[in-house]
């Protein structure tokens, strides 16, 4: 068929290719056990397709329009050769020179799963198996140069959807066209005859409703992830969120995060199902400025995605190898930024293969969501782990780290912060003049000004006892300090100096200390006195203790005392009493931990205030 034939031969034509092309594809699906015959005779079959779409493209030359005129019998049949081809019952596009697709039929749309709107203007190359493209362009220059139909056996994939294929590549002139085109005629090797497949268009509503509800589930995961504490305590912030992305929407998902300026690798994850341990371990090892694509995020600040992948060499180079990106088979990319107040925190890269569905414009505004999301996460850990470090210092300003030894004392404490973050409790064990000097107390309130409140009133007690030998007079000029600062808090503490064996007390308003004797008996001393902060002239109360060998003087706080049960029944000193009594010939340190049982098990294991137990025994 090499002249031009009139348009009711052509269509004549047309529908009997349309009948044998139906009859083949009942007969590979009827004897699936013999398609070689079936393959030989599609092979015809496309012949012919090519010699139809030849004279329809002779038939097309006939009678142009021009501007102004009527429309005549030859624009008639311009407009019914259109429809013979986006009708042509065999894939056909059309590309230009340059491989990028100008006119595709109705039924290579079914196959890819995309409408023509949506083709038109894509790379063919990009269609065609990544091992295969190269070959693909060169036939393809070879046709337009030379004139030759060249035949060629490759898989197009698109959509998540891939097909073996007999492609016929001819050259043509298109009417209208200042250049030659070239006609791709595809003949499926292992067709996929049902009904079309969702696409990014021609979606039912209800396809698209679940789409949106699947970006939306994935959004609420991962805030729900980020927010857990966890990520904010730990620094696994990022690669809990590739591992997310990772087993939801990508195979392939690559962090990088800005560290001192510069940027570094955090996190590789590859396909699970695959041996690709190798791979990861050269990704890892790759700097993110040596891939074009990331750099180019990392310093503008925009997420870009490559639905269909033409530039392999987007992530660089494997060392010493091919490009990364071919390497992984991938077939769309996406990457977003880690986003920052002051600059960009990092990028997240992801990578789908040939046998999903590309990123849309749709991933990429729910990526950047997520990259924001991971921004404002990163964000909160670094000042959460800096108001920890913060509050692990005031931490340390209020409790000690050990107990020194005092000569003929042993000494044990205990301290339970319970859910405060920042402890206003103190205690503490220190040298006063000649002697041992010893004190617990703590700020009303909580938080970091009442800890701070309380770390002053503990060194003041420290530096104080180093000119004053009486614990009295140290507290009353604490208190003019305090009191001088006008911040509106004050402090309930108790401070004693040991000399010998006799214990010289001060009491500010504080419980009185519990005196346990060998033979099981429990006294408590007077305590009282005004807490530190009301009145600049208040007076403390003083007392002096002497102890004897095996005797243990125990001071606690109001969170011991004040702990209820699920009743709301308090403690209380007479339960302190009852517990101590049980105590005898037990060291400081069993006292103390004996208490804290008692107290854990009568509250059910709740904490409302801080708890601290300090015990002195005489040896």
């Not at 414009?361 to 997520?370: K, V």
């Not at 530190?532 to 125990?554: R, S």
């Amino acid at each position: 068929m090499t002249d031009a034939i009139g348009l009711p031969t052509l269509e004549q034509a047309l529908n009997a290719l349309t009948t044998r092309v139906s009859s083949l594809r009942e007969a590979k699906s009827a004897y699936p056990a013999d398609p070689r015959s079936t393959l030989d005779a599609a092979l015809a079959e496309l012949d012919t397709a090519r010699e139809l779409l030849e004279a329809s493209v002779r038939e097309l030359r006939k009678a142009p329009k021009r501007s102004g005129e009527r429309e005549s019998g030859s624009q008639r049949e311009l407009k019914l050769l259109r429809q013979v081809f986006r009708t042509f019952p065999i894939p056909v596009v059309v590309l230009d020179a340059s491989g990028v697709v100008r006119r595709i039929s109705a039924e290579t749309s079914r196959m890819l799963g995309s409408p023509a709107g949506y083709l038109i203007g894509r790379s063919f190359p990009l269609f065609v198996d990544v091992s295969r493209r190269a070959a693909f362009r060169s036939h393809l220059t070879a046709v337009q140069q030379g004139g030759q139909t060249a035949t060629f056996q490759t898989r197009l994939a698109h959509q998540g959807r891939a097909h073996t294929v007999q492609l016929a590549v001819t050259r043509l002139t298109m009417p209208g066209e200042p250049q030659e085109m070239v006609a791709v005629m595809i003949l499926p090797l292992e067709a996929q005859v049902a009904g079309p497949p969702p696409g990014p268009a021609d979606r039912s509503d209800a396809t698209l409703v679940m789409a949106a509800a699947r970006r939306q589930e994935l959004l609420s995961r991962m805030t729900r992830l980020l927010l857990d504490e966890e990520s904010l305590r730990q620094p696994v912030t990022v690669t809990r969120a590739s591992r997310l992305l990772a087993a939801e929407w990508a195979d392939w998902v690559i962090a990088d995060v800005v560290r001192d300026g510069m940027p570094r690798r955090a996190c590789v994850l590859g396909p699970s199902d695959r041996p690709v341990t190798e791979l990861v371990r050269f990704a890892e090892g790759m700097n993110p400025l040596t891939a074009p694509a990331v750099a180019h995020v990392l310093t503008g600040g925009s997420g870009v995605v490559h639905e269909m992948l033409e530039d392999d060499g987007l992530l660089g180079d494997v060392p010493g190898g091919p490009p990364l990106l071919r390497v992984m088979g991938a077939a769309s990319v996406l990457i977003v930024p880690i986003g920052g107040e002051n600059g960009v925190l990092g990028s997240l890269t992801l990578v789908r293969l040939r046998d999903r569905e590309p990123f849309s414009l749709a991933d990429l505004g729910l990526m950047e969501e997520i990259g924001a999301h991971l921004g404002l996460a990163l964000r909160a850990r670094r000042s959460f782990q800096t108001r920890s470090r913060a509050a692990d210092a005031l931490r340390t300003s209020v409790v000690p780290r050990s107990l020194p030894d005092i000569p003929g004392f042993e000494a044990a404490a205990i301290y339970n912060a319970g859910s405060s973050p920042v402890g206003a409790e103190f205690y503490d064990v220190f040298r006063a003049g000649e002697g041992w000097g010893f004190a617990l107390g703590g700020a009303a309130g909580k938080g970091e000004e009442a800890a701070s409140v309380s770390a002053m009133v503990r060194n003041g007690l420290r530096v104080l006892s180093v000119w004053e030998t009486d614990p009295g007079e140290v507290m009353r000029k604490l208190n003019q300090a305090l009191n001088a600062q006008h911040n509106g808090m004050f402090v309930m503490a108790v401070t004693g100096f040991v000399r010998a064996r006799r214990i010289r007390l001060a009491s500010a308003g504080h419980h009185p200390a519990a005196l346990l004797s060998p033979d099981g008996g429990v006294r408590f001393t007077a305590g009282g006195g005004v807490p530190l902060g009301i009145a600049p002239e208040a007076e403390m109360f003083t007392e002096e203790v002497a102890l004897t060998a095996g005797q243990t003087l125990v001071f606690y706080s109001d969170g011991l005392v004040a702990s209820r049960n699920e009743l709301g029944e308090s403690y209380g000193e007479t339960r302190l009493a009852d517990v101590l009594a049980r105590c005898v010939a037990q060291s400081p340190a069993e006292v103390v931990k004996t208490v804290e049982e008692d107290r854990h098990a009568f509250s059910g294991g709740r904490v409302w205030d801080e708890i601290v137990i300090l015990a002195l025994r005489v040896v």
